[in-house]
């Protein structure tokens, strides 16, 4: 079994920062790409970063040059540094994962989210 567990979110107050943390765990056998989603009330799920196992990495035009992010493969982890908040940023995080899993010579390749962490950013 895999899973994602996502911390680090919280109330700042515009202008501030926060670093979001997602840390896979289970019987993972590697990682391809890991990234942070979004959604706000009321609107649609959107891709705020996107880090590849090796390559550049990827922003919306709404976070980019704010937000960060970043991976420790040995730590299974993904990070999102997210400075100059502003309200428009309060959303649920989330983070995804696509993980080649398994055990005893058989292995697949699924998506996997976390559970999601509450980012409120106050005027």
């Known amino acids: 079994q895999v899973q994602l567990v996502e911390s680090g979110g919280g109330l700042v107050q515009t202008g501030g920062s926060l670093r979001l943390s997602c840390a896979a765990s289970?019987?993972?056998?590697?990682?391809?790409?890991m990234g942070w989603h979004r959604q706000a009330p009321g609107k649609q799920r959107e891709l705020v970063a996107q880090i590849p196992s090796g390559g550049s990495t990827s922003y919306s035009d709404s976070v980019k040059g704010r937000f960060t992010i970043s991976r420790d493969n040995a730590k299974n982890t993904v990070y999102l540094q997210m400075n100059s908040l502003n309200p428009e940023d309060t959303a649920v995080y989330y983070c995804n994962a696509r993980i080649k899993h398994g055990n005893g010579g058989y292995y697949y390749t699924d998506d996997y989210w976390g559970q999601g962490t509450q980012v409120t950013v106050s005027s």
């Open positions: 289970g019987s993972i056998f590697s990682i391809n790409a």
